[in-house]
């Protein structure tokens, strides 16, 4: 089981008693960061359907959701947590990964309050005749309180979810938002890169996509005409924002948790168990994360403004133009600020 601090009852929780049947499951509890994880084991040649648990001297059952990493043995999977993000952009954003790194699985997390868009998503994607595995979870929780940051515990819920239910058995997993675009300057495939990784892991660093475009921005009246192949312009040098990460999920030490921008030990009184984990900061170097300003519903804040390329202050970045062109071959030719 997996979800938030059981802030305020989690006495209570640690106290609670989980049965199959008559017999009394074994429960241990994880306290990590922003997220509370409880492992019960029970016989691995049984499928459980139900766990009848007691707490706080109330009884109930709780329903085991099916295994479907079945599904995610030996790919390469994608994946991210997004909200009402048009579905063009989740269309391009999963087209550009699959074209430019092999990926043939996706898992994404939807956190309309509607299932419909979920739905949508869907629907779209099989429609592209992608021919990868699809799992597009419906999520409706809170992100968090709205005023305490440091328990936003959806995000770090969900990446944990994701890697027990669905990526454990797979080949690597990309983890990264609707709004970036990972780039490796020989060409090559974010996950071949990975194979070189003593950790099993690495960082990719990033860099900003500036909010400039040479379309014709009387095309672009609406958020759902833009596209992530109008912007390819960087500052000169590129200014640097956060980093995301490759993994390859069984290689992971279990008491490593996977968080938006890599993965480290918790809680932290083990870190001492994965001085490596602890200490190193293993970045692919060969790699980066394009984070694009102007893709951006301004859930956050505001990045609704474009503005045309100007020559003494952007760069077409080669390297995206490139990987662009290779995902959008119609779409995606640019020329030089003059």
């Not at 390819?232 to 008491?255: F, L, N, Y």
């Not at 692919?284 to 202050?313: G, N, Y």
């Amino acid at each position: 089981m997996v979800g938030p601090k059981p802030l305020g009852f989690e006495e209570k929780l640690l106290k609670a008693k989980f049965f199959q049947g008559d017999k009394l499951l074994r429960a241990r509890h994880r306290k990590l960061k922003q997220v509370h994880e409880v492992w019960i084991k029970v016989s691995p040649d049984q499928e459980i359907a139900v766990i009848d648990v007691e707490i706080n001297g109330t009884h109930g059952q709780l329903e085991v959701s099916p295994n479907p990493s079945r599904d995610f043995k030996g790919k390469r999977v994608l994946s991210t947590l997004c909200k009402d993000t048009p579905v063009p952009w989740i269309l391009d954003w999963l087209r550009f990964h699959v074209t430019n790194h092999g990926v043939d699985a996706l898992v994404l997390f939807e956190n309309s309050e509607d299932p419909a868009h979920a739905d949508d998503i869907h629907q779209a994607i099989l429609q592209e005749n992608l021919k990868i595995s699809v799992e597009i979870v419906h999520a409706p929780f809170k992100y968090g309180p709205p005023k305490l940051h440091a328990v936003k515990f959806l995000q770090r819920s969900l990446l944990q979810l994701l890697r027990w239910k669905y990526v454990q058995p797979s080949e690597a997993l990309l983890f990264c938002d609707v709004d970036e675009f990972v780039v490796c300057q020989d060409g090559k495939s974010i996950f071949d890169g990975l194979k070189k990784s003593f950790l099993g892991y690495f960082l990719i660093p990033g860099v900003w996509v500036e909010p400039v475009t040479q379309t014709d921005q009387s095309q672009l009246k609406t958020l759902g005409d833009r596209r992530h192949h109008m912007f390819q312009h960087t500052m000169d040098p590129p200014k640097e924002t956060h980093r995301k990460w490759v993994a390859a999920p069984s290689r992971i030490p279990k008491s490593i948790q996977f968080k938006a921008h890599g993965v480290r030990p918790e809680p932290k009184y083990a870190a001492w168990l994965h001085p490596f984990f602890t200490r190193q900061k293993p970045y692919l170097k060969t790699s980066k994360l394009f984070h694009f300003r102007a893709m951006s519903t301004s859930w956050k804040s505001d990045r609704e403004a474009i503005s045309p390329v100007s020559s003494d202050k952007h760069s077409l970045h080669k390297d995206l133009n490139t990987a662009c062109e290779t995902a959008f071959p119609h779409l995606a030719k640019v020329r030089e600020p003059s």
